[in-house]
C-alpha cells in the first residue's frame, strides 16, 4: 500500500501550492512533503526554496504534530543539482552551501518530530536532507552515501558535522573519503537508518510511526527534541542545565496535566494527549 492508498483513509486535502513538492496533511495531524522533481529530485534554487516555505509554515503551524518526508521510487533524493556548480569556484560554492544550509537548519529545527522515509537513492545533498531528520527509514533497496568526493568536492549542507555525530567520526569518513554507497541493511547497522522497510512499504511504515508519534505529548516531544539536539553540541553540564528548564517547563503544559491525573487514576500508558 503506497502513500496514496493510506492518505486515502485519512487524507483532509492536497495542497496543490508548489511546482517541486507536494504538501498534504493527513487527519492524524501527520503532514507529508513530498519531492516532486524527476528524475532523481536534484536539489535545484526551486526545490530548495519550496522546501524553505514548507518548513516554515510547519514550524508555526500547530495542527502538525509529525512530519514525513519522503521522494519516489527512484530516489528520495540525489542531491545538490549538480549543474549548479558552474563556474566551478569559491564563489559559486558559498552560493551553493548558503543556499542550502537555512533550509536543513529549519527542518532540523522543527519542533515536530520528523521522519525520512527513504527509497531509492539518497547521494550527497539527499543523504544531508535525510541526516536534518530525526529518524530514517529505507526500503531495503534503497543506496545512501555522500558522494562528493567523486567530484572532487566534500560535503557542503551538513554531511561533516550531521554524519559523525550520528554515527561515529570513522565510519563518517569512510563514506566521505570513498564516497561510496552503502545499502539500507548497512546503513541500519551502523544507526544511520534507525528501521528497514520492505520494497514498497517505506512510505507507509514512516506515515504510521509518525502517526504514533503525533498522537504523543507534541510539546513534551518538542521540549526532549531540543534538549538533546542543543545538548549533543556543548558541554554535558550546560545540557543538564538545559533539560532541567525544559523539563519544567512540559510540567506547565496540558499534556502533563492529563498525563499525570491519567497515570493515577488509570495506570500507565492510557493518556490521550491534546498535543498542547
Ligand atoms: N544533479 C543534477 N542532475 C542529476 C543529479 C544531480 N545530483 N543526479 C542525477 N542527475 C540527472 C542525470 O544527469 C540524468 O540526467 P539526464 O537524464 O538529463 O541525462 C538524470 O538525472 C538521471 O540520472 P542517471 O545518472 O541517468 O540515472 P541512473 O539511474 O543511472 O543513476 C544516480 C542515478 C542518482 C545514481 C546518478 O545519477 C548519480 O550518481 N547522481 C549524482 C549523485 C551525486 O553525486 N550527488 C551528490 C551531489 S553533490
Same mark, same amino acid.
Given at each position: 500500500?503506497?502513500?496514496?492508498?493510506?492518505?486515502?483513509?485519512?487524507t483532509?486535502?492536497?495542497?496543490?501550492?508548489?511546482?517541486?513538492?507536494?504538501?498534504?496533511?493527513?487527519?492524524?495531524?501527520?503532514?507529508?512533503?513530498?519531492?516532486?522533481?524527476?528524475?532523481?529530485?536534484?536539489?535545484?534554487?526551486?526545490?530548495?526554496?519550496?522546501?524553505?516555505?514548507?518548513?516554515?509554515?510547519?514550524?508555526?503551524?500547530?495542527?502538525?504534530?509529525?512530519?514525513?518526508?519522503?521522494?519516489?521510487?527512484?530516489a528520495?533524493?540525489?542531491?545538490?543539482?549538480?549543474?549548479?556548480?558552474?563556474?566551478?569556484?569559491?564563489?559559486?560554492?558559498?552560493?551553493?552551501?548558503?543556499?542550502?544550509?537555512?533550509?536543513?537548519?529549519?527542518?532540523?529545527?522543527?519542533?515536530?518530530?520528523?521522519?525520512?522515509?527513504?527509497?531509492?537513492?539518497?547521494?550527497?545533498?539527499?543523504?544531508?536532507?535525510?541526516?536534518?531528520?530525526?529518524?530514517?527509514?529505507?526500503?531495503?533497496?534503497?543506496?545512501?552515501?555522500?558522494?562528493?568526493?567523486?567530484?572532487?568536492?566534500?560535503?557542503?549542507?551538513?554531511?561533516?558535522?550531521r554524519?559523525?555525530?550520528?554515527?561515529?567520526s570513522?565510519r563518517?569518513?569512510?563514506?566521505?573519503?570513498?564516497?561510496?554507497?552503502?545499502?539500507?541493511?548497512?546503513? #541500519?547497522?551502523w544507526? !544511520?537508518? /534507525?528501521? =528497514? *522497510?520492505?520494497? @514498497?512499504? $517505506?512510505?507507509?511504515?514512516? &506515515?504510521?510511526?509518525?502517526?504514533?508519534?503525533a498522537?504523543?505529548?507534541?510539546?513534551?516531544?518538542?521540549?526532549?527534541?531540543?534538549?538533546?539536539?542543543?545538548? #549533543?553540541?556543548?558541554? !554535558?553540564? /550546560?545540557? =543538564? *542545565?538545559?533539560? @532541567?528548564? $525544559?523539563?519544567?517547563?512540559? &510540567?506547565?503544559?496540558?499534556?502533563?496535566?492529563?498525563?499525570?491525573?491519567?497515570?493515577?487514576?488509570?495506570?500507565?500508558?492510557?493518556?490521550?494527549?491534546?498535543?498542547?
Amino acid at each position: 500500500m503506497g502513500p496514496q492508498s493510506r492518505a486515502g483513509k485519512g487524507t483532509m486535502e492536497r495542497e496543490v501550492v508548489y511546482k517541486s513538492i507536494e504538501t498534504e496533511i493527513l487527519a492524524d495531524a501527520v503532514k507529508i512533503i513530498r519531492l516532486a522533481h524527476p528524475p532523481v529530485n536534484a536539489l535545484n534554487l526551486e526545490l530548495l526554496e519550496e522546501l524553505h516555505a514548507a518548513t516554515q509554515d510547519i514550524a508555526k503551524d500547530q495542527s502538525v504534530r509529525a512530519v514525513v518526508l519522503m521522494g519516489t521510487e527512484k530516489a528520495f533524493c540525489a542531491g545538490a543539482d549538480i549543474s549548479q556548480f558552474k563556474p566551478v569556484n569559491s564563489t559559486t560554492g558559498k552560493e551553493v552551501a548558503n543556499r542550502i544550509r537555512p533550509v536543513f537548519d529549519a527542518l532540523a529545527a522543527l519542533p515536530q518530530p520528523t521522519i525520512a522515509a527513504i527509497t531509492g537513492y539518497a547521494l550527497g545533498g539527499g543523504l544531508e536532507l535525510a541526516l536534518a531528520c530525526d529518524f530514517r527509514v529505507a526500503e531495503a533497496s534503497a543506496m545512501l552515501g555522500l558522494a562528493e568526493i567523486q567530484l572532487g568536492i566534500i560535503p557542503g549542507g551538513g554531511g561533516t558535522q550531521r554524519l559523525p555525530r550520528l554515527i561515529g567520526s570513522s565510519r563518517a569518513k569512510d563514506l566521505i573519503f570513498s564516497g561510496r554507497r552503502i545499502k539500507a541493511e548497512e546503513a #541500519l547497522a551502523w544507526g !544511520l537508518v /534507525d528501521r =528497514l *522497510s520492505e520494497r @514498497g512499504s $517505506a512510505h507507509d511504515d514512516a &506515515l504510521e510511526w509518525a502517526a504514533q508519534l503525533a498522537t504523543g505529548p507534541t510539546l513534551a516531544i518538542t521540549a526532549a527534541k531540543r534538549a538533546i539536539d542543543t545538548g #549533543l553540541d556543548g558541554r !554535558l553540564e /550546560d545540557g =543538564l *542545565s538545559l533539560e @532541567g528548564e $525544559a523539563f519544567a517547563g512540559t &510540567l506547565d503544559t496540558q499534556d502533563a496535566a492529563l498525563g499525570v491525573d491519567s497515570f493515577l487514576n488509570q495506570g500507565p500508558g492510557k493518556a490521550q494527549f491534546l498535543g498542547r
